[in-house]
Every structure is written in structure tokens, then in C-alpha cells.
């Protein structure tokens, strides 16, 4: 059982959970103002999972693009790939579970949800690669975040659309 928990432990390590709560608001706050109240609930919770398995499919990616690099600094030995608490195998697994939770929950959004998830999924694809080839990566990091807002924004007002509206 313990074993379960320090591997429960590690990935939840890996992917930073802290970070992907601190992006939940912003794809909150977006939601609320694009309703004008308080939102659907239903809708409030495919947000949230939406969220929550991008970013962490998100961080996922970037930990294995990283390993390498972060083996090289001690600061970094504590990181569950570095430190062997999960394999290669089992980040890559996550990253599989992450993307399937979050393209699951945008298809219980409004149909045009998951014709623009595209725009969300590859900037956090694309930004750990850019670390190697240009010092504006925070800018692909930034509009990966942005996508957040911009999500939560679609999801609600997208929902008040019939759902063949011919988006």
C-alpha cells in the first residue's frame, strides 16, 4: 500500500498538481464573466478536468523533454524522473491518461470546444522544445496558459449555442 502512495506521490510530483490548481481560477473567472453569474456546474467541472489533464499532460511533456537536463543540476535531483521514483514508460503512460481525461471532458463542452482544442493542446506540446531553439520560449509558455481563460470563455458561451449551430 505504501508503495502505491510514494508512486501516487511521485506522479503527483511530476506534474506539479500545485501549479494546475493555481491555473484553475483563471479559467474560472473567465467562465463566470462569460455567464454573467455563476455558471452551470456541469459545465464548471468539465472545465476543471479539462484543465487539469492538459496541464498536467502539459507538465508530463516537459519533465520528459527535461530529464536529461534536470539529471544534470542538483536542484533538480529530486524530481520524480531524475530520482527514479516513475520510468520513462510510466511518464509517457500519464501523459497518454492526461490527454484522454482532457479530450474527454472538452467533448461534454459545446461540439466547437473540441474543434479548438487544438490551439490549447499544441502550444504545451510545442513549449518544452522551444527552450532549445529561442530565448521568447516564456512567450509559447504564456500563450499556452492564456488558453485557460480563453477556454473557460468558449466553454460557457459556447453552451448557450445549440450544439449545431454551424460553428
Not at 66 to 88: C, F, P
Not at 146 to 162: H, Y
Request: glycine share 6%; charged share 15%; with cysteine.
Amino acid at each position: 500500500m505504501i508503495d502505491v502512495i510514494d508512486k501516487l506521490k511521485a506522479h503527483i510530483n511530476n506534474i506539479a498538481l500545485h501549479h494546475t490548481i493555481f491555473d484553475l481560477p483563471f479559467a474560472f473567472m473567465a467562465a463566470f464573466l462569460a455567464a454573467g453569474e455563476i455558471p452551470d456546474l456541469r459545465t464548471l467541472l468539465w472545465i476543471a478536468l479539462a484543465m487539469m489533464g492538459g496541464r498536467a499532460a502539459g507538465l508530463a511533456i516537459d519533465n520528459l523533454a527535461d530529464e536529461k537536463y534536470d539529471a544534470q543540476q542538483v536542484r533538480m535531483h529530486e524530481r520524480a524522473l531524475v530520482s527514479g521514483a516513475i520510468t520513462r514508460k510510466e511518464a509517457y503512460a500519464s501523459v497518454l491518461v492526461y490527454m484522454v481525461v482532457c479530450i474527454r471532458s472538452v467533448a461534454k463542452l459545446h461540439p466547437i470546444c473540441l474543434k479548438l482544442l487544438p490551439f490549447a493542446v499544441i502550444p504545451f506540446i510545442i513549449y518544452p522544445f522551444t527552450k532549445r531553439f529561442t530565448c521568447w520560449c516564456h512567450l509559447f509558455l504564456g500563450f499556452a496558459l492564456s488558453m485557460a481563460p480563453a477556454g473557460g470563455w468558449v466553454a460557457v458561451k459556447a453552451s448557450a449555442l445549440p450544439a449545431d449551430a454551424g460553428l
